[in-house]
């Protein structure tokens, strides 16, 4: 019975460090996260893209923008009313979508 009551302890013992461990562990990927120093990123990681155009439709003119942490997203509009939700992935410019929203017109 004494037996298994250490190893019971050793297992215990094990299991406690292993945890402490993996708190550290996860502690510091948080704040190398945070700092945005990893050396190990992923190949597709977010670089700064320098220089840029956009290709809007045709006598279509930008009315709002706004960015999310993967896309740039614009609203855009013509003289007629027409509006489009353009979805643009800097990582990706084949990957760009286009919504046609409908309005209501009195």
């Given at each position: 019975m004494e037996r298994y009551l250490g190893i019971i302890k050793i297992f215990n013992i094990v299991a406690g460090v292993l945890i402490v461990l993996g708190i550290i562990a996860l502690a510091w990927l948080m704040i190398d996260r945070s700092r945005g120093t990893s050396q190990s990123r992923a190949p597709d990681s977010r670089t700064a893209?320098?220089?840029?155009?956009?290709?809007?439709?045709?006598?279509?003119?930008?009315?709002?923008?706004?960015?999310?942490?993967?896309?740039l997203f614009l609203l855009v509009s013509n003289a007629d009313g027409d509006?489009?939700?353009?979805?643009l992935?800097?990582?990706?410019?084949?990957?760009t979508a286009s919504f046609v929203i409908e309005t209501a017109r009195p």
């Open positions: 893209i320098e220089d840029g155009a956009i290709a809007l439709p045709a006598g279509f003119t930008i009315k709002e923008m706004a960015a999310t942490g993967e896309f509006v489009l939700l353009l979805r992935d800097p990582r990706d410019p084949a990957a």
